[in-house]
């Protein structure tokens, strides 16, 4: 009499039945309490966001990005971003006038995946309640759409980025060596997330630290956003 072995089945992560994949955000824009997400116009924007983001007369902000800091040179860049989908460029305005400029890229609906990036800020926005309330928007609009998860990347030596994925409250996964050649130089690329399943409590902080009541008569905080997003 010969005896059968069953074979084990090899696992194969969460079963997720009912996923039939998202779709692309789209360009709408949408409005908060300290600034508004617009869909990007280059011949609009592009002269005005250039002269904010030229305040920065250190040019520390440009030196990660890969875009060109010479005004025409940006325009005509602008102006091809424009007509793409992935990457999706919004500016940010406060009150009317562009002082960011951010995007969808890498976006993968089928799997419900997407990174924002390609961030910005002039130094008028920077370290601002507008700041932090463009980035949430951003990644509420695409949970929101059903999104299971949103992705963060810098270069690994980029120390203002990484702070700022980690003040998010994205998780980092590690480095990709040798990913990139930037501007002559190798690039690490850090990676980072945040998943649905997160988001939810995430959120709560954001409103938390968002709320009028979170900032004096100067316009401090409060309680920084890590321990708002500690109390729920």
């Not at 966001?49 to 902000?61: E, F, M």
């Not at 995007?103 to 932090?132: C, K």
């Not at 630290?209 to 100067?218: C, E, I, R």
């Amino acid at each position: 009499m010969s005896c059968s072995t069953a074979v084990p089945t090899p696992p194969l992560g969460k079963p997720l039945p009912d996923w039939h994949g998202v779709v692309p955000p789209a360009r709408q824009p949408r409005s908060g309490r300290y600034c508004r997400l617009v869909p990007l116009n280059s011949r609009e924007h592009g002269a005005p966001l250039h002269d904010a983001l030229a305040q920065d007369v250190s040019h520390a902000n440009w030196a990660y990005l890969v875009m060109p800091e010479q005004r025409d040179a940006f325009l005509l860049w602008l102006a091809d971003m424009e007509t793409r989908s992935d990457p999706l460029f919004f500016v940010i305005e406060v009150d009317a006038k562009p002082v960011g400029l951010a995007s969808y890229l890498r976006m993968d609906p089928a799997n419900g995946v997407i990174e924002i990036g390609w961030l910005h800020f002039s130094p008028q926005l920077q370290r601002t309640p507008a700041a932090t309330e463009a980035l949430y928007m951003m990644m509420d609009t695409v949970f929101s759409m059903g999104y299971r998860r949103c992705e963060w990347k810098c270069n690994a030596l980029n120390q203002p980025s990484w702070r700022a994925a980690e003040r998010l409250g994205f998780c980092y996964e590690g480095t990709f060596r040798q990913a990139r050649v930037d501007k002559g130089h190798n690039r690490d690329t850090a990676w980072f997330s945040i998943l649905d399943s997160e988001w939810p409590s995430l959120a709560e902080g954001f409103a938390r630290w968002l709320s009028p009541d979170n900032f004096d008569s100067a316009g401090q905080q409060v309680h920084s956003l890590t321990a708002c997003r500690r109390s729920t």
